[in-house]
C-alpha cells in the first residue's frame, strides 16, 4: 500500500513539473533576429507576456503556467514578423523563415497545429478545385455537372474527417468555422454565386465559441466579408454596401462587448482606408452600444484621427494675432510643414522643400515650429531662412493644441490642402512630397 502510495504521488509531481515549451528555428542564414517576444491573442488581440533571446537561429520559450489557446511569436529584423500558432498542453516546434513569416511555417511537433495545418493546405486544395469548375460555369453553362458533385462530395467528406479528427482539440472551432456553403449544383450567373456566397458566409460561425474570438480568425473573417465582399466603384454604394455589412455582421451576435470589440477593428481598418463618411457613421454605432463596454480612450483617439482625415477641411491654425489660415486666400493650395529646430531630419528637409516649390507659385507654406519654450530663439533664427513662408510657434511641443489638433507625432509632417482649406494629401516622406509636386 505505500508502494503504491508512493508511485502515485511520484507520478503526480512529475505530471506537476511537466513544463511544455515553444521552440522556434529561422531556416534562413540572413534574419539577424535578436529577440522573440510572445504574445497570447485574446480578443482578437495580441497582450504581451514575455520575451526570450534568439541563440544560434534558435528560440526556446517556456509556456509553465500558460494557459490553452491562440499565442503569437513576434520578431524583427528588416520588417516585424511573426508566427501565430496554438498551445494546449503540448511541445511546440517550427521552423520559420524570417523575411517570409506565418507563411513560411512548418510544425515539426504539435498535435493541433500540424492537424490544422493539413486541413488549412487540403481543404483549400480542394476548394480551388471545386472553385474552378463552378467559374467555368459562367462560359460555358452546359458544363460538368457530374463533376462539380464529385468534387462537391471530397470537398464535403474532407471537412466531416477534419471535424471528426479533431473532436478533442482545441483547434476544433476554428475548423468548424472555416467551413465553406457550397451549392448542390453550380450557378451559371456570376451574380446569383456572389449572392450566395454572400448571403452564407457565416452559415458555419459560432460567434458564441470564445476559441474564435480568442483567435485572429474570426476578426480576418469580417474583414474579408466586409471590405472584399462589398465593393462598388461608385463612392456613395460604396459606402452604404460597407455599412450595411457592417450591420449585418453586429446583427449575428447579442453580446454587447463584442459587439464593441468587431466595431473597434472595423473602426481601425476605416481610419487606416481614410474614409470619413463611414467613420463618423460607424463611430454613431458605437456610441449606442452600453456606455460600460465603449473604450473613451478608444474614441478619443478616433476622434483625432478623424480631424485630419483626407476630405475634411484641415483644423485651423493661428499664425499670427492678425491672421490663422482661414484667412488666407492668395493660393490655389497650402502646404502645413510641421517641424522643430531641433530636429535634425527637418533641418535637413526644409531647404529642399523650399528648392521644390521654388517654380510653384500657387502654393502657400504654413510652417509651424513645435517646440520647447526654451528653443523659442532658435527656433526664430531658423525660421529667417525661409522669409515667403507664414511662420507660426506651438510651443508646448507634443502638448502644443496644433500638433492635437492635426494628430502630429513626429517631425517633419506635411499636409497639402487645398483653396477650400480641405486635406487633399499627406506625403509621408520627402519623396513622398517631390513626387506629389510633379
Known sequence: MKQFIFLFFFAFITAQSQEYTVTGVFTDSLHKVENIALYKIENGEPRYLKFTKVKKDTFRISMANLTKGYYRALYKNVKTGYVDFIYNKENVLFEVDSRVGQSSVGFLASRENQLLGAYQYNMNTLQRKLDSIQFSFFNHPNGDVVLYKEVKSKVDGAQKYYEDLAQNDYCLGEIKASKRYNAPLPFTLPGEYLESLVHHYFDFVDFKDERLRNASFLKNKISEYVFYLHQSQDVGQQNKLLLNAMNTVLSLTEDASLKEEILRFLMQTVVEKENYEVLVKTMEIYKGLPKEVQKQMFINETNRFAKVMLGVIAPNITISEQETLYDLNATDQYLVI???????????????????????????????????????????????????????????????????????????????LNKDKRIISKPQSLGALKQLMK
Open 338 to 416: 510641421f517641424w522643430s529646430s531641433t530636429c535634425s531630419h527637418c533641418l535637413q528637409e526644409l531647404p529642399q522643400v523650399k528648392k521644390i516649390l521654388t517654380t510653384k507659385s500657387n502654393i502657400t507654406v504654413v510652417a509651424v515650429g513645435i517646440e520647447d519654450k526654451e528653443d523659442q530663439k532658435k527656433w526664430q533664427e531658423m525660421s529667417r531662412k525661409f522669409p515667403n513662408w507664414k511662420h507660426t510657434i506651438a510651443i508646448g511641443k507634443w502638448e502644443s493644441k496644433a500638433a492635437d489638433d492635426y494628430n502630429v507625432s513626429a517631425t517633419p509632417s506635411y499636409f497639402l
